[in-house]
């Protein structure tokens, strides 16, 4: 039988922690910890995303604002948005909602954001601390997210085979380089996957713990996965389905009718990685306010 890691109970428990550390610094006299987004145009799933980390942010006593912008708005404009959040001594970190319309340049707008108040971790220098072990740095929410989870579980990392499938710049590249860092909670022996990858199937069938992160619905299946591996689904897809009242239903990059009595530890697609992301968030932009306010 296979356990399900659930990323939603995980996430409440983690949100209290914050919530209490929270109430602490604010009854110390100390005003809450800020954290804002940008979203540029009206993409359903960015509007929901931005929606989910507003609230939650909320749930954990930080103050939160959303800077909204239309799809047409300029490169020139967005920058200057950028420069006002790092110089507002109010807010603490913030997020550029992903992704953005063709006509900006995607990097151009994140690596404005000032390490500082960089939350996401997304920046050059954020991504460069990260790889060196550098403590201020901001790990990429999605992977802080998966270790996290592993870590709770209590699953075994240390000398395990970790095949991460995908190689983005926010989840497959950050996820395998997290997984095979010097630390107790790592300590993996880490293959990368692609689109280039020869005989997929022969080498996630190696992996002892399976980071999927390719952005195809339900494309992992039962053939491609080692009986008692840990498995981590990172794909989220909105799947139309006219039997919902929504007009669709999720579903991730692995084929969990038929995956799931194979592994050990699965997460499930919603409330697996999803709701950690979030959290992942909330627990950099405490350390954001916590490096300013040096406590
Ligand atoms: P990207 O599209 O940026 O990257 C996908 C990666 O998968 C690429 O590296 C690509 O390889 C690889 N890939 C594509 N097809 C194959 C294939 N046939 N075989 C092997 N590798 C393949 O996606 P993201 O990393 O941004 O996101 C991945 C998924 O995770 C998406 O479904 C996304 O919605 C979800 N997601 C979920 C989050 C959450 O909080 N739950 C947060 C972020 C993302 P190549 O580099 O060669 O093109």
Known sequence: ??????????????????ANEVRGYVARGLRPPHLAAILVGDDG??????????????????????????ANTEEEELLRVIDFLNNDDEIDGFIVQLPLPKHINEQNIINAISPAKDVDGFTAISTGRFVIGDERAF???????????????KIETDGKHCVVVGRSNI???????????NSKEANCTVTICHSHTANLAEITRQADILIVAIGKPEFITADMVKEGAVLVDVGIHRIPDETKKSGFHLCGDVKHSEVDEHCSYVTPVPGGVGPLTIVSLLQNTLKAYKQRFNL
Not at 174 to 180: E, H, K, V, Y
């Open 139 to 153: 790990l990429p929410a999605t992977p802080m997210g998966i270790v996290n989870l592993l870590q709770r579980y």
């Open 45 to 70: 799933a960015s509007q929901t995303y931005v929606a989910n980390k507003e609230k939650s942010a909320h749930e954990v006593g930080f103050v939160s604002s959303v800077y909204r912008y239309s």
């Open 1 to 18: 039988m296979f356990q399900i890691m659930d990323g939603k109970a995980v996430s409440l428990q983690i949100k209290d922690e914050l």
């Open 171 to 181: 989840v497959g590249k950050p996820a395998a380089l997290l997984m095979a860092r």
